[in-house]
């Protein structure tokens, strides 16, 4: 399974982004998607999971500011960012646990950076 993601980019402080990350390839369903972020010099941290029915966890320092969602028809998951500050500058990586007949595993995506910069 492939995930694509996409929609980083430079954004100034206070700005909003949107992030896509869409899941290809061979599959009898997803489980887990979410989004997790590496900062310079520091480990990957989560940002956002997303459960099939659609239960989020957020990490306390983007709750209320950022918004997981997924189109199961479009085997994509979205995080839309808002009220971006410097903290938030990382590379975004989506993530997604599938199911193939008795299978379970997981794919992560290639990294979309984030800049927050005036």
């Known amino acids: 399974v492939q995930l694509q993601a996409s929609g980083g980019g430079l954004v100034q402080p206070g700005g909003s982004l949107r992030l896509s990350c869409a899941a290809s390839?061979?599959?009898?369903?997803?489980?887990?998607m979410g989004w997790y972020r590496q900062a310079p010099g520091k480990q990957r941290e989560l940002v956002a999971t997303?459960?099939?029915?659609?239960?989020?966890n957020y990490a306390d320092s983007v709750k209320g500011r950022f918004t997981i969602s997924r189109d199961n028809a479009k085997n994509t998951v979205y995080l839309q960012m808002n009220s971006l500050n410097s903290e938030d500058t990382a590379v975004y990586y989506c993530?997604?646990?599938?199911?193939?007949?008795?299978?379970?595993?997981?794919?992560w995506g290639q990294g979309t950076q984030v800049t927050v910069s005036s």
């Open positions: 993530k997604a646990d599938w199911q193939i007949y008795l299978t379970v595993r997981n794919s």
């Open positions: 390839g061979r599959f009898s369903s997803l489980a887990i």
């Open positions: 997303i459960t099939s029915d659609g239960s989020t």
